[in-house]
């Protein structure tokens, strides 16, 4: 954790979850795992947070938020996907409003599996994500010095990232 | 009169974990009309049956809620049982009592939490979640999960608890008991809290019945209902009886879901002591062929599961109906009137569940 120099601040949206991931996420927060005590703070405003953490699947009705969340970040920014639903759908991959994971509407960096993800497991995606927020923010330093050269790497570098964590 | 203003509340605000969406209609600073709008959690897993066999079914019905899944994981467990006509041995049920209680407190714990929060009182919203965490470790030790349990299954329970681990369950809870005390009593008679609570969103007993709240939302306006008093599972044997509250405020219903709390441990301590030996299941053979009605007390309220198959091992239809389904009709009647500010607290004061209300 050496590298955790910098305070994420975090937001939460419960996509089409079942509950269990949320509290699991609120429960992070609370004395038991408290996140707090690194500075990570939970914000209700997308223009705040470093990190978005996604819980449950994407459907007709809820992607126009998710997207306009992720829009409204600020870059660098780094998508958490937390639960089963979240990555792919899970138990409720089938149902007919269910468009499928996450990633069907905006890019994930730090898959975080499990029915329901364990707390443990969900601040383990927290630090991963910082990792690629500080990839994410070298990246852009890089390209705002030498705008052709840097980009195509970096961008390489957080896939494998993500796909690692899948 | 003031001018008619309308302000989005929802999906994504910091109040509630889960997107619900009010459109609130304002005069000045009051509310006058509010129309909800859902559906951004809807699945439809009800559509699922013709997929998932009747047994996996129990899984999927579990996962209509992350806080009330072990009630969840009864009620289909048992709907299905009612349609094919078994009967699960004593120690079963007793065992399902005993952790649907255990999620009672869980849930009225986290409610707490909530409510707290929501009047801005983040340190003792810390506190509740933080004795919370006990009885989630009493699940993991008897279950193994945290919030989702699949402990429950078509003609019993998947796994015992020996006379030691009850032991420490009703041990561990009534050493709770003052801690609980301690927190709870801040509800009920800190003068700040009051004041955001007593008299706010008042819901007469006669509005209660006609809009047909469920769960402490009815109890609070004194209305005396509980499913638990049908005697299902082990509650014939334990003497229950609800808790009642007449004022239909926003203090009478925490204060019921309160007394509720400390009721749930002594209905277990009772049932440590009284659980018969025996076996936990009988085996299933057979497909479902008929149909089944059953009613639940979950820590929100009543919930309804329908069960019908058809001889083939998927089922025709299951239906479930879930308590804040049934008190989102309270809710806008409530927050008629109300002041903006206080719109925070009254949704959270019947304890909404949008992932059970859509499913
Ligand atoms: S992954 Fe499991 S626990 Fe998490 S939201 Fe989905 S169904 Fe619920």
Not at chain 2, 59 to 69: A, K, N, Q, W
Not at chain 2, 204 to 216: F, M, Q, R, S
């Amino acid at each position: 954790m050496s590298y955790v120099t910098k305070s994420p601040w975090v937001i939460h949206y419960d996509g089409s979850s079942c509950n269990g991931c949320d509290i699991e996420v609120l429960a992070c927060l609370t004395p038991m795992y408290d996140v707090e005590r690194f500075g990570i703070i939970n914000t209700g405003n997308p223009k705040h947070a470093d990190i978005f953490l996604v819980t449950g699947s994407v459907n007709e009705q809820n992607k126009a938020v998710v997207k306009q969340i992720y829009d409204q970040m600020p870059e660098p920014k780094v998508v958490v996907a937390i639960g089963i639903c979240a990555n792919n759908g899970g138990i409720f991959r089938e149902c007919y409003n269910i468009m499928g994971g996450v990633d069907t509407v905006i890019p994930v960096d730090v898959y975080v599996p499990g029915c329901a993800a364990r707390p443990e497991a969900i601040i383990d995606g927290v630090v991963k994500g910082l990792g690629v927020l500080a990839e994410k923010r070298a990246a852009m330093d890089n390209k705002s010095a030498a705008p052709a050269a840097a980009e195509p790497k970096a961008e390489e570098n957080t896939e494998t990232e993500g796909k690692e964590e899948a | 009169m003031g001018k008619r203003t309308i302000i989005p509340f929802g999906p994504q605000h910091p109040v509630l974990p889960e997107p619900i969406h009010l459109d609130l209609v304002l005069e000045d600073e009051v509310v006058v009309d509010v129309i909800p709008s859902i559906g951004y959690i809807h699945r439809g897993l009800e559509k699922l049956v013709e997929k998932k066999e009747y047994t996996e079914m129990v899984y999927v019905i579990e996962r209509i809620c992350g806080i009330c899944s072990f009630g969840h994981g009864w009620g289909a467990s048992a709907s299905i049982e009612g349609a094919m006509g078994i009967e699960v041995p004593e120690r079963a049920e007793y065992l399902r009592t005993i952790w649907h209680e255990l999620s009672r407190i869980h849930s009225h714990l986290l409610w707490l939490g909530l409510l707290a929060d929501g009047f801005g009182f983040e340190s003792l919203f810390m506190h509740c979640w933080r004795i919370r965490e006990h009885v989630l470790d009493l699940f993991e030790k008897t279950t193994g999960g945290r919030v989702i349990f699949s402990v429950c299954k078509v003609g019993g329970v998947r796994k015992d608890i020996d006379a030691a681990t009850l032991k420490e369950i009703s041990d561990t809870l009534n050493a709770l008991k003052p801690e609980i005390k301690k927190l709870t009593d801040v509800f009920l008679e800190d003068a700040s809290v009051k004041n955001r609570t007593v008299g706010v969103g008042v819901l007469t007993k006669e509005d209660a019945i006609e809009l047909g709240a469920v769960g402490p939302v009815a109890r609070g306006s004194g209305v005396y209902q509980d499913i638990r008093l049908t005697g299902n599972g082990a509650y014939h044997e334990l003497g229950f009886e609800p808790m009642i509250e007449e004022a239909g405020d926003c203090y009478a219903r925490t204060k019921v879901r309160i007394r509720e709390l400390f009721q749930s441990i002594e209905l277990i301590t009772k049932a440590v002591e009284l659980i018969p030996e025996g076996p936990i299941d009988v085996p299933v053979k057979g497909n479902v062929d008929g149909e089944f009605v059953l009613r639940l007390e979950q820590p929100r309220g009543e919930a309804y599961y329908y069960a019908k198959g058809a001889g083939t091992k998927f089922l025709e239809r299951m239906r479930v109906r879930t308590p804040t389904n049934q008190n989102i009709p309270s809710l806008v009647k409530m927050l008629k009137g109300c002041d903006l500010a206080d719109v925070p607290i009254l949704v959270l004061t019947i304890d909404p569940c949008i992932s059970c209300t859509e499913r």
